[in-house]
């Protein structure tokens, strides 16, 4: 039996729906045999900040924070500038922490749609997620609360493939691609991402994970 080493990733989430998928993600990882690594997720529901804090001194690590913009809103657009100015600050805790960022503009759902489908067209809210969710995964959820549930979610989970993960990588590159085109990233405490929706990098850390280990 062949001995894999374990390679470490570790989040920081918004919420439950980004920590099941990551969960996701894993278990269709470790269900290919021909993988050269473990996966191993340290996965946390807090704050950048938080997260850092717990970390401890002597272990150097990359952290993915894994957040959402919601919307044009100015109260939620200071709130997502906030979470970067809080990433840049958790740097200089003296520890050897780097934070990479993992966003999607306007919610994480599109990164769940680009498994099925893609979505290159503006949404004006979050809600409007619901309707290409309920089309591409054959369910009748009448609102985003129900979606989230962790019974309804996990649904949603099962049918998502590590082929499906591939081509979402592939769609949401297309997106960065266009959003390229259109003209530069904005740049916030070091960290860059685009205000127009859609847009992502959440992709990129999986990429890697799926690089690292082989599948």
Same mark, same amino acid.
């Given at each position: ?110 990164? +769940? ?95 890697? +994970? ?6």
């Amino acid at each position: 039996m062949r001995r894999l080493q374990n390679n470490k990733y570790f989040f920081s989430v918004e919420g439950e729906t980004e920590e099941l998928y990551f969960k996701h993600l894993k278990k269709l990882i470790l269900a290919e045999e021909g993988r050269i690594a473990n996966p191993v997720f340290v996965i946390q529901k807090d704050s950048p900040a938080k997260v850092a804090k717990k970390i401890p001194m002597i272990l150097p690590c990359t952290i993915t924070a894994v957040f959402d913009v919601e919307d044009a809103d100015a109260d939620h657009r200071k709130r997502f500038e906030n979470t970067l100015k809080e990433m840049s600050e958790a740097e200089k805790l003296g520890k050897s922490i780097k934070f990479d960022l993992g966003y999607s503009n306007i919610d994480f759902e599109l990164w +769940i749609i680009l498994h099925k489908k893609d979505l290159f067209g503006n949404v004006g809210s979050k809600a409007q997620y619901l309707k290409n969710i309920n089309q591409i995964f054959g369910t009748k959820f009448e609102a985003l609360r129900e979606y989230k549930t962790e019974r309804n979610f996990s649904q949603i989970l099962s049918k998502i493939t590590l082929d499906d993960v591939k081509a979402a990588i592939e769609r949401a590159e297309k997106i960065t691609k266009q959003r390229m085109s259109e003209g530069n990233p904005i740049r916030t405490c070091g960290y860059e991402w685009f205000d127009k929706n859609p847009a992502l990098s959440v992709h990129c850390v999986i990429k890697k +994970i799926l690089s690292e280990c082989g599948v």
